[in-house]
């Protein structure tokens, strides 16, 4: 990479360079998608940015490397890994406004002078009231020095140091505290007060988390550290380990997939344009002297394809259920001609559920509370559901009706009922499988899925955001 | 590219440029202003993502406003086309000029008619040609540019890297300046990785409290900094809800207007609640809302 960048390498020294290049090569080791191109455009983009402006050259940088929202958080970790915890502030400008903080002569763990923790956690507690960032940067900072016990040397991720930070601070307690707050204020200003406490709380962990980072770039450097603290990119993450914050990323990934995937169940191989009208063309042609300049034609028919999606939330997929229920909830508010079914042992149509619900927690908790899911015992029944369905619904499907069933078939060995897959194939247009199981398992154990996947039009892997993209992107 | 084209003067700085746009109006982040500063010094497209109403098309409309450039509108659609987008011959006048020849008899040999329809005059400049033709500073807005199909989407490429367009007819066009180039995207679908590449990625969300507050007091004129304040914190707290559709700057603007028309100069949680339907539109959202108006939890 360094001989292509060599326009750009020269007029930033070295040095610099050095460390540029060594950051796009981990960018691309953290996955972040980055090509030649966008290397060299992030080389020249540094000729033009302010370098001593960390937030400005953030910006910038990212706006030449990062295309993608859902990276932006992998980006930033990773420069500020290498470019602003690097930097040292201590003491500077920490004498300003800070809340009522003393200078920074107490930030050293050997000072005698130092507040003592419940000193310490009393400040959060005022820094917070207050919202000053500046207090909280100071606070954090602090915090970590005198609660976090870095050892030197000791080989544990920056999390544990900072939990330890937390817990010492004891968080809990402040937010108890300072829900009491907000509960006194009562009415509008309370449920505004929660809310931003909350987001200060926030704003302290991050801190927190950054200032714990600092300590451990000096000490590890930006490279070692960036491995210990490399995640998979929201595309990657298995549905079945997805955190909270994951789970309200994906939710906002999922809606314009399924708004492709509606799009592209809805085109249909035609022609770009209609047929021509020829007497449309005709009479325009008079216009002209006869002579047919403007040719005319048909408007396009739009088809109204139909979704029918089943969603098997058993125990053993419960957290891919989740997220089933996600995209099944995404797709009914993009496109109307979605139906949905939850299954267990029993099967129960969740359409009107899932349109009514206000959001994705009120969907969850209303499917598994008033859905007939559960038959008999409340282990996967797939040969009973498909049954059931058929006779329930089948003779509903159309020709239009395409079918995604998500679920394992782990049928717990139950009888398997290929009839009613063979029935629900013969009357839909299409049925795709997603299974969530990697694809070694499929068909060991009691996995039924060859029965089943041999009427499907694609059975697919699907436990990532990138493997459900592909699903969709195939289907065009 | 000729030297004596009235030319976009160069900005001299992320934070010169971001005072710019303030001054028309525009009140930017730094992330915003770092991006357009780059843009214009490297000479490439902004791509610019985010939820409706977030101010992704007025940046544009504020960048050509402050520069004193010409805006030229692509509005995408499905089913947007070469004949829309880039050019189209003007048939009709072409027909024309074959049938004058008919009558007039002027001489001339079939290739010159050809040479002749196929010329300058008889070409319709749709808005990315005639950004590229023009010859006076252009801004170029390509607004939802998630909306038209990938296919259509390879047109805007060679545009956007080498700021020409080929006419086989006539040869390459080349721009005589380089355009400042916007596209914007709600991120309903994915763009093309080609795409992507030629341009600078922006994300634009949501605003902070501080800078929506100080939009809101620029936008709304009458009210009180206590309202706006006020204001602009609820609508925070209706944004960190899962809702459908999320308030966005413009109905935070619309909601403060209709509390000052109203005379209110303080909201509690009754004013709000009824209120609400100009905040958001869905039944659903405004139910969700209302109830957490009056809750306080952490």
Not at chain 1, 380 to 397: C, I, P
Request: charge should be neutral.
């Amino acid at each position: 990479m360094s001989n292509l960048s060599a326009p750009g390498a020269s007029a930033l020294g070295d040095g610099l360079f050095a460390v540029f290049s060594e950051f796009f090569s981990e960018l691309r080791a953290a996955g972040v998608p980055v090509s030649t191109t966008e290397v060299l455009d992030a080389t020249e983009a540094l000729r033009h940015l302010p370098v001593t402006e960390r937030e400005t050259l953030k910006l910038g940088l990212g706006s030449a490397l990062v295309k993608n929202e859902a990276h932006w958080r992998a980006y930033e970790a990773l420069f500020d890994l290498y470019f602003s915890l690097r930097v040292a502030t201590y003491g500077a400008a920490s004498s300003g406004e800070g809340a009522g903080l003393p200078d920074a002569h107490w930030l050293g763990p050997q000072d005698a002078s130092v507040p003592g923790t419940r000193d310490l956690s009393e400040l959060a507690y005022q820094a917070l009231l207050d919202g000053s960032t500046e207090a909280m940067a100071l606070l954090a900072r602090a915090a970590v020095a005198r609660l976090a016990g870095i050892e030197p040397g000791r080989a544990v991720g920056p999390g544990y140091y900072a939990y330890r930070t937390l817990r010492r601070l004891d968080l809990d307690g402040l937010a108890e505290r300072l829900a009491a707050v907000a509960g006194q204020a009562g009415g509008l200003e309370g449920a505004l007060l929660a809310n931003e406490y909350r987001r200060r709380l926030e704003q302290l962990r991050t801190a927190v988390d950054a200032e714990v980072r600092r300590h451990l770039v000096s000490e590890r450097g930006a490279r070692q550290l960036a491995r210990t603290l490399r995640r998979p990119l929201p595309e990657d993450v298995d549905f079945m380990h997805l955190s909270r914050e994951e789970l309200a990323a994906l939710q906002r990934a999922v809606q314009p997939l399924a708004r492709k995937l509606a799009a592209h169940l809805a085109r249909r191989r035609r022609r770009k344009q209609g047929r021509l009208d020829f007497r449309a063309t005709a009479r325009r042609s008079l216009a002209t002297g006869g002579a047919p300049v403007e040719p005319v034609f048909r408007a396009r028919r739009r088809s109204k394809p139909e979704l029918w999606v089943l969603a098997d939330i058993s125990g053993s997929v419960a957290a891919f259920a989740r997220f089933t229920l996600q995209l099944v909830y995404a797709l009914s508010s993009q496109f109307s001609h979605t139906r949905a079914w939850a299954f267990i042992d029993g099967v129960d149509e969740v359409t009107e559920l899932l349109r009514s619900a206000a959001d994705m927690a009120e969907a969850v908790r209303q499917v598994n509370a008033t859905a007939g899911v559960v038959w008999r015992e409340g282990h996967s029944d797939y040969g009973h559901v498909l049954g059931d369905f058929v006779r329930g619904w089948g003779n509903e499907l159309t020709p239009r009706t395409t079918v995604v069933v998500l679920g394992d078939a782990r049928n717990n060995y139950h009888a398997v009922e290929r009839w009613a897959m063979a029935e629900i194939a013969r009357r839909a247009r299409q049925v795709f499988w997603l299974n969530p199981e990697p694809r070694a398992y499929w068909d060991t154990g009691d996995s039924v899925l060859a029965h089943y996947g041999a009427f499907c039009a694609g059975v697919y892997e699907c436990r990532n955001l990138r493997q459900l993209r592909r699903f969709v992107e195939q289907l065009a | 590219m000729a030297s004596d084209l009235p030319r976009m003067k160069p900005f001299e700085s992320p934070q010169a440029l971001n005072e710019a746009l303030r001054s028309v109006g525009y009140l930017a982040d730094d992330g915003t202003a770092a991006v357009v500063f780059l843009a214009q010094r490297l000479q490439k497209p902004v791509l610019v993502e985010g939820p409706a109403g977030t101010g992704k098309t007025q940046l544009a409309k504020s960048v050509a406003e402050m520069t004193g450039a010409r805006l030229v509108r692509l509005q995408c659609y499905e089913g947007l086309d070469e004949s829309k987008s880039l050019y189209e011959w003007n048939y009709k006048k072409q027909l024309l000029r074959i049938q004058a020849e008919q009558v007039v008899r002027v001489d001339g040999s079939w290739e010159e008619i050809e040479e002749d329809i196929f010329s300058e005059p008889f070409l319709l400049a749709r808005p990315l040609l005639e950004a590229i033709r023009a010859a006076d500073p252009v801004v170029l807005l390509v607004d939802e540019v998630d909306r038209v199909e990938v296919e259509t989407e390879a047109l805007l490429l060679e545009v956007l890297s080498d700021y020409q367009v080929s006419v086989p007819e006539m040869g390459t066009v080349k721009a005589r300046q380089i355009p400042l180039v916007f596209l914007t995207s709600n991120n309903t679908r994915e763009l093309s990785e080609a795409l992507k590449r030629r341009c600078l990625f922006l994300h634009m969300d949501y605003p902070s409290a501080q800078r929506e507050r100080d939009i809101v007091l620029a936008k709304v004129p009458g009210i009180q900094t206590a309202l706006a304040d006020q204001v602009v914190r609820t609508v925070q707290l209706v944004r960190s809800l899962e809702l459908k559709k999320p308030p966005s700057v413009s109905e935070t603007i619309d909601w403060a207007r209709a509390l000052v028309v109203l005379g209110i100069s303080g909201l509690d949680a009754e004013i709000a609640k009824e209120t609400l339907n100009i905040l958001l539109k869905h039944t659903l959202d405004i139910e969700r809302a209302a109830k957490e108006l009056g809750a306080a939890t952490i």
